[in-house]
Nanobody, 124 residues
């Protein structure tokens, strides 16, 4: 089992940047594929970025491609989401998630473990 804690959210102006972190504790972090999701008010939760166990594979939703970068540091048991050129429509609660699945899937939405979320608000 793994416990996930997100940090780094906050209020930022449009065009600004934020870096979210997700610290993992518990079972060995490097066995998990990781994902970042977000959920805006009144909308479904969406997968926006994913990264494989080793960090060698990444995937992004079209809505964030070219602006967001997912990365991980297995030595620090942490996954990151660097967000640039933020837009008001990026406002949401951001969640990190982990899956112990054997196979890497860039579009997987079924994750096993979830953090509590961190709020990101982008003002105009």
């Amino acid at each position: 089992q793994v416990q996930l804690v997100e940090s780094g959210g906050g209020l930022v102006q449009a065009g600004g940047s934020l870096r979210l972190s997700c610290a993992a504790s518990g079972r060995s972090f490097s066995i998990y594929h990781m994902g970042w999701f977000r959920q805006a008010p009144g909308k479904e939760r969406e997968l926006i970025a994913a990264i494989s166990r080793s960090g060698g594979n990444t995937a992004y939703a079209d809505s964030v491609k070219g602006r967001f970068t997912i990365s991980r540091d297995n030595a620090k048991n942490t996954v990151y989401l660097q967000m640039t050129s933020l837009k008001p429509e990026d406002t949401a609660v951001y969640y990190c998630a982990a899956t112990g699945s054997t196979y890497w899937s860039p579009t997987r939405k079924a994750y096993d473990y979830w953090g509590q979320g961190t709020q990101v608000t982008v003002s105009t």
